[in-house]
């Protein structure tokens, strides 16, 4: 390989170093006899060792190389992360496996890692001025990553922690790494080791696990709706689930575009009687199915035009009720997500986390540190108040997860804990789609590892 590079003195090829990196700013700091390997034009390689004088045996003196243009290698690596050679492509870098750390990485254009990205230790960085896209990126200690455009990463998992998330569901790092990369040291420990993870990539082989193995879902022991007519039994059901409040006759979502609003029998406040009914809309039509004297449904519908009347449609065919139909069946799957998730988080749990003396001491600090860094998650409590422009806001436990997404855990309401989301490099908390199957599961796995780690830190007591 050393007859495809120039060795040039650091100084003589400081005007082509990047503003902003590393070498641009420190160059001088090298005499003569500290080299740079330069490459022009498009390179190819099978493999490259960035452990000091392995690349280039005869020119022990490199401490960088530079590729004018794009690269492309299968494995990129070094070993040893207390120092290592530099290493800048003004193009973008494509790899299966990158694995380094000690050094700057500095790439202009997009780097794109076909399996493993994992930077070691707390002396590196990779510098990518256009987008990063990998399967799996592993943060091993403090090594820095900084992206100026889009990232896409399947899987980021946290040495430190243990733990990481794939398609937005939490998982183990034993459950995306091979066996063989980890020490047996104790439970506490995941004894990650970054040499047998270089070794394993250096000998051709991949280092990942199956990944769709960690998608495995909650499967419910019983579904509270087992069929979809519109029949009483199903009405009676809706008004007797876990989403029906305790102090309000009815309760109301939005869902793909559907509004839809289930209501009890009851005495209105100006006197009047309101059905046991059904309320839906739709960007087409208003939907009402309600509850008769001798136990049959009725049902209406009338289209979203200012003035239109409603019809009875209750003795329209199967086909011509179709669309109803949809509605109606959606309406029990989502009552099926509350039922199946909502119930595993106790209300009265999440008011006693609230009221503990550690959590409430955690309201009054000034520095406003309110609270706990477990490695890879940080989580944090809000008491209710009522804020500056007079709105209330209810008490919650929130969690940043290791992608910065946050998931929120609030007492709105009096029969179940409220969930919410927000997603990456947002500012908008949002409703939670009783349809969005992996959302609600993240959500349950976060509250989980939540409470183990909440758990032992109250016993312990203050320190954080």
């Not at 500056?388 to 806001?393: A, K, M, N, P, S």
Request: hydrophobic share 35%.
């Amino acid at each position: 390989m050393i007859n495809l590079f120039r060795f040039i003195p650091i100084s003589q090829l400081a005007h082509k170093f990047p503003e902003g990196s590393w070498w641009a700013r420190y160059y001088q700091d090298f005499s003569d006899e500290q080299l740079v390997a330069y490459y022009e034009g498009d390179l190819t390689l099978l493999s490259l060792n960035l452990d000091w004088e392995q690349p280039f045996p005869q020119q022990k003196e490199v401490i960088i190389i530079f590729i004018d243009g794009n690269c492309t290698v299968e494995n990129l690596y070094n070993k040893e992360t207390d120092g290592a050679i530099g290493l800048m492509v003004i193009g973008n870098l494509t790899a299966k496996n990158i694995t380094v750390g000690g050094q700057e990485i500095y790439v202009s254009g997009n780097l794109i890692i076909e399996e493993i990205l994992c930077g070691s230790y707390n002396h590196g960085e990779t510098i990518v001025k256009g987008d990063l896209s990998a399967a799996v990126l592993v943060q091993d200690d403090e090594y820095s990553f900084k992206v100026d455009g889009q990232k896409s990463i399947a899987c980021l998992v946290n040495v430190w922690e243990g733990d990481g998330v794939f398609q937005e569901l939490p998982v183990d790092i034993h459950e995306v790494l091979i066996d063989e990369v980890f020490l047996d040291i104790d439970e506490d420990d995941t004894g990650f080791s970054f040499g047998t993870l270089v070794t394993v990539i250096i000998e051709g082989r991949s280092a990942l696990k199956n990944l769709n193995d960690s998608l495995t879902r909650k499967k419910p022991d019983h579904l509270y709706f087992t069929h979809n007519l519109i029949n009483e039994e199903n009405m009676l059901k809706l008004t007797q689930c876990i989403l029906m409040p305790n102090d309000k006759p009815s309760f109301s979502f939005q869902e793909q575009g559907v509004f839809i609003k289930v209501q009890l029998a009851h005495i209105d406040d100006d006197g009047d009687e309101r059905d046991l009914s059904v309320y839906m809309k739709d960007n087409r039509h208003h939907y009402y199915i309600w509850l008769e004297q001798d136990h049959s449904v009725g049902l209406l519908r009338r289209t979203i035009d200012e003035g239109s009347e409603w019809e009875d449609i209750t003795e329209e065919s199967e086909e011509q009720l179709a669309e109803i139909s949809d509605r109606w069946t959606m309406l029990l799957t989502c009552a099926n997500m509350a039922e199946l998730y909502l119930r595993n988080i106790e209300v009265q749990y999440v008011q006693d986390i609230l009221q503990h003396p550690v959590i409430q001491e955690l309201y009054s600090e000034e520095e406003g540190d309110d609270g706990f860094w477990d490695g890879s998650k940080y989580y944090s409590f809000r008491e209710a108040h009522t804020d500056e422009d007079g709105d209330y806001l209810h008490a919650r436990i929130e969690i940043k997860t290791p992608d910065e997404a946050y998931y929120f855990y609030t007492l709105d309401s009096g029969t179940y804990v409220s969930r919410y989301y927000q997603p990456p490099n947002q500012y908008d908390m949002q409703d939670m789609s009783f349809l969005d199957l992996r959302r609600w599961e993240a959500s349950e796995r976060y509250f989980a590892r939540f409470k183990q780690f909440i758990a032992q830190k109250l016993e312990a007591g203050v320190n954080r």
